[in-house]
């Protein structure tokens, strides 16, 4: 069964602070992505990796790094958090190749930045 | 670019009636289409799936067709239940990238 881990469902975080969301899968898959999830704005892309070491800015990468130094594990970093950076937070993970590849999603992290 | 547009809701149905999420999308070539469900404080998961024109995905009474002459992929149950109260993302994959592209979700709440 696939599983995909994040560190915490919820994280308060005061300005300024330097955060990292950590996500972890067990599938020996080759593609990781983070999103932010907001209402009325839907899933967007922050940052996609296809392999270790390896990573591509998606939609919005603005505030925000992340760092893929094993195949399991892929962590989003913000360096100086901000209030507008409060949201929902979704790791996933796909095999690499055909299109026909399923995304799998990890539970969420509710990030409240004050 | 590609691009998924569905019906934003919310959709408020009552217990046993019939339910369809419209779901269009525009892509260069021939992408796979999926129907992703989110419940309450949780990420999403895959609710089912089509990879070519014509196949139907189905899953849990959930059912979608993958429309090429109208590029649609509707979303369709015949009865729904209170648990199925949800967002559902509609979302293809691109067909030479690695990424996905959402709808913006659709929330249903269903009444008993």
Redesign the interface.
Known sequence: DVKVTQSSRYLVKRTGEKVFLECVQDMDHENMFWYRQDPGLGLRLIYFSYDVKMKEKGDIPEGYSVSREKKERFSLILESASTNQTSMYLCATKRAGLNRETQYFGPGTRLLVL | GNSVTQMEGPVTLSEEAFLTINCTYTATGY??L?W?VQYP??????LL?A?KADDKGSNKGFEATYRKETTSFHLEKGSVQVSDSAVY?C?L????????V????TRLSVLP
């Open positions: 992408p796979s999926f992703y404080g949780e990420g999403l998961q895959l799936k990879t993302f979302a994959s691109e067909d030479y990238g690695q990424n996905f959402f709808g913006p979700g």
